[in-house]
């Protein structure tokens, strides 16, 4: 093991690598005043109930429209987000933007916040959220909190005592991409999750892997056991739409019904589904 570790500490030194830690360094640079100067954005990505089609929650996602080099994904920016101290002040405006923004939404719909891992250690998140919910008159069951599992999840006190502090605030919590962490049982034994979201490489394969098809399904039998809801993530197909219903997920998320879109974009789907109804089965048949 330690003649392992020790290969892999001789890093080459290579000009790929010279031009990405070049970039890391002027995302972060951007990243400083990306915030004050507005470039940065959420969008927001429904999530339906498997049973009555509705709405049930809106994911937000922040988007970064840096000035010189355009969009950029959060699969780039977050990290670098999180590898400085930016993370905390992203997250708090995050907190606030999504919790105004659901005011314009129905009663019963829910914003779900993604956070990373390393903010469950610090006071500042407990603070952020409070805050997020008293500037907007949000109730506190309305806001979800996505949490991927990782390491930070494992037995830390830290960690449990936030989440506690968080959940008796009355806001709910969500288990990210469950399935590609270190020990996704073992964050399920540890903390008390409202929501599992199943990582979106699990129902990319329930059409050809039986290997997936049995994940999925152990998951889904694990969730009503818990009581937990579910949700299948990144849903593309007509096929996968219809076995995360007939497995039993409580919800369904993904590009097949629908993409992450500005707040405003979002009010008008929101204001045509009004009243109506959509059976998930003709979704279905309507995509074909
Ligand atoms: P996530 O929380 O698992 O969010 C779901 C991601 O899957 C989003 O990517 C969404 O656009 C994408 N997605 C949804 N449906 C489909 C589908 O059918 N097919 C495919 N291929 N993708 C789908 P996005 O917006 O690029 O975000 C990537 C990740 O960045 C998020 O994964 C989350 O971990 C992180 N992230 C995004 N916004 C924030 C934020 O405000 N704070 C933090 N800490 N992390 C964030
Ligand atoms: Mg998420
Ligand atoms: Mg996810
Ligand atoms: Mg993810």
Redesign the pocket.
């Known amino acids: 093991k330690a003649k392992h570790a020790g290969r892999n500490r001789h890093v080459r030194f290579d000009w790929s690598m010279k031009e990405r830690q070049n970039r890391a360094y002027d995302l972060e640079m951007g990243l400083r005043n990306a915030l004050a100067n507005g470039e940065l954005e ?2 927001y ?1 429904p999530i339906f109930d498997t049973e009555s089609s509705r709405i049930t929650i809106c ?5 970064w429209r840096h000035p010189e080099m355009g969009w950029i ?3 780039e920016f ?1 990290p670098v ?2 590898s400085s101290s930016l ?1 905390e002040p ?2 708090a405006w ?1 907190l606030q933007q999504a919790c105004r923004d659901a005011m314009d939404w129905d009663e019963d719909i829910r914003v ?5 891992p390393a ?1 469950l250690r610090t006071d500042g998140l407990p603070r952020a959220v409070m805050t997020a919910l008293l500037e907007s008159g949000l109730k506190a069951r309305r806001l979800e909190l ?1 949490v ?1 599992e990782s390491t930070f999840l494992e037995d830390d006190r830290r960690t449990h005592l936030i989440l506690g502090e968080l959940r008796r605030v009355g806001l709910r919590l969500a288990l ?2 469950f399935g590609t962490g270190y020990s996704s049982l073992g964050s399920l034994r540890t903390h008390e999750f409202d929501t599992i ?1 199943v ?2 490489s699990f ?2 394969g329930v059409g050809e892997s039986s290997r997936d098809r049995a994940i999925a399904q152990s998951v889904a039998y694990l969730a009503r056991a818990l009581q937990v809801e579910t949700v299948a ?4 197909t007509e096929e996968q739409l219809r076995y995360a219903r007939e497995t039993g997920f409580t919800n369904v ?8 879109m500005p707040a405003a974009a979002l009010l008008d789907l929101m204001e045509q589904r009004r009243g109506e109804v959509v059976d998930m089965a003709a979704v279905i048949r309507q995509r074909r």
């Open positions: 959420l969008h990505q994911e937000a996602l922040m988007r994904t959060p699969a977050i987000a999180e993370i992203m997250t995050a779900a916040v993604n956070i990373s903010l996505e991927t990210d991409d979201k990582d979106q129902m990319r993530e990144g849903i593309e998320q993904g590009f097949v019904l629908s993409r992450p």
